[in-house]
């Protein structure tokens, strides 16, 4: 039996990790959730279900940019979607980058990040 594709939800504060979880949950969606960008880089059995990822890019310890260039080196990597309560401008590095789907500002209008989710989950669907 496979596992389910998830979105992976990793940030550092529980609250967006849990609202977020629920939010997507309550769309039909699988989620796990990761306190930091180790923590989702160190879970090998998570990795292969992952079929997004939304991940806040100021994290404690490496950041989400970071791990978004980790990701990057896999041979298949999951496309992420960025999200930040801060007005940073890194971000624009990324935003062009294959793989980068997005960039939210916190807080999140719930409605453009299910648009994003739908999109990108059924472009994955149409490549499988």
Do not use: C
């Not at 923590?39 to 990795?47: E, P, S, T």
């Not at 404690?60 to 990057?72: D, N, P, T, V």
């Not at 990324?94 to 990040?113: E, S």
Request: glycine share 6%; net charge negative.
């Amino acid at each position: 039996m496979t596992q389910a594709r998830r979105i992976a939800i990793v940030d550092d504060e529980p609250s967006v990790r849990s609202g977020l979880s629920n939010l997507l949950q309550s769309e039909g969606y699988a989620t796990i959730a990761f306190p930091s960008a180790e923590a989702f880089l160190n879970d090998g059995q998570a990795q292969p279900a992952i079929a997004l990822v939304i991940a806040d890019l100021k994290l404690k310890g490496m950041s989400g940019a970071m791990m978004f260039e980790r990701l990057q080196l896999s041979p298949a990597p999951p496309p992420v979607i960025f999200i930040s309560g801060h007005d940073d401008e890194s971000w624009q590095r990324y935003a062009g980058k294959p793989g980068a789907v997005a960039f939210l500002r916190k807080p999140i209008d719930i409605d453009i990040l299910l648009e994003y989710v739908q999109r990108v989950l059924a472009n994955s669907e149409d490549n499988s």
